[in-house]
Every structure is written in structure tokens, then in C-alpha cells.
């Protein structure tokens, strides 16, 4: 089993900077692949896929909406992986879920593309007013 929990969440003015950490405990062998989801206020909303890494290899994917904007890292020693915002927009306002499971760089993107993964961490609140 592993356990997620993201913090770093808060409330900023446009234009600001945030970073997320998600940090794994438990069966972290089964981790190595990330991805951070946000899902926006309001009923219906879906949730939608920022960013993906690979602890492995590395290899990190992104939304176009976050493109140039957001990073994703991760720190295998700690277990954690980050989710670095800048130049944040009212439209990124949501709560913030990372999500972990098992694969290859390949899964890796599968999975965040279609929000396949069994670990799902509680969601840290980003708010960016205008």
C-alpha cells in the first residue's frame, strides 16, 4: 500500500508562485509513477491532468495549460515529487490531487492521460485571485 499526502497549497494573488509536494510513504516500489490533478470548482467539473513524471527515468509530461509555467520534479531520496507553479492564473484555482501507481515511462503516460492510477493522495486547495 502506499499512502500519499500533498501539501503547499495556499492562497496568492495572481502572477505568484506555489510549489506542491506530494510525499509517498509505504510501498513506494509501486510509486514510480506521478502524476498531479487539479479539479476546479463548481458541479461537474472534471478533473483534469497537469503533470506526469516518471521517478525512474524522469520523463515528465504537462497539460498545455501549464506548459512554461508549471514544473514537475521529483526527490527519490525523500519520496516526494513537486509540483513547482509560477506565474499563476485565476483559472488554476482548483484543489490540487497527486495520484501514484506502478510502470514504464510508457504506462507512465497512459495512466495520466486517462487518469488510470490506484493511489490517489486527499488534494491540497490552490486559490489565485485576480
Known amino acids: 500500500h502506499v499512502q500519499l499526502v500533498e501539501s503547499g497549497g495556499g492562497s496568492v494573488q495572481a502572477g505568484g508562485s506555489l510549489r506542491l509536494s506530494c510525499a509517498a510513504s509505504?510501498?513506494?516500489?509501486?510509486?514510480?509513477?506521478v502524476g498531479w490533478f487539479r479539479q476546479a470548482p463548481g458541479k461537474e467539473r472534471a478533473r483534469e491532468g497537469v503533470?506526469?513524471?516518471?521517478?525512474?527515468?524522469?520523463?515528465?509530461y504537462y497539460a498545455d495549460s501549464v506548459k512554461g509555467r508549471f514544473t514537475i520534479s521529483r526527490d527519490n531520496a525523500k519520496n516526494t515529487v513537486y509540483l513547482q507553479m509560477n506565474s499563476l492564473k485565476p483559472e488554476d484555482t482548483a484543489m490540487y490531487y497527486c495520484?501514484?501507481?506502478?510502470?514504464?515511462?510508457?504506462?507512465?503516460?497512459?495512466?495520466?492521460?486517462?487518469?488510470?492510477?490506484?493511489?490517489w493522495g486527499q488534494g491540497t486547495q490552490v486559490t489565485v485571485s485576480a
Open positions: 509505504g510501498a513506494t516500489s509501486r510509486s514510480n509513477c
Open positions: 495520484a501514484a501507481d506502478v510502470g514504464d515511462g510508457g504506462v507512465c503516460y497512459v495512466r495520466w492521460r486517462q487518469g488510470h492510477y490506484y493511489y
Open positions: 503533470a506526469s513524471i516518471h521517478t525512474g527515468g524522469g520523463g515528465t
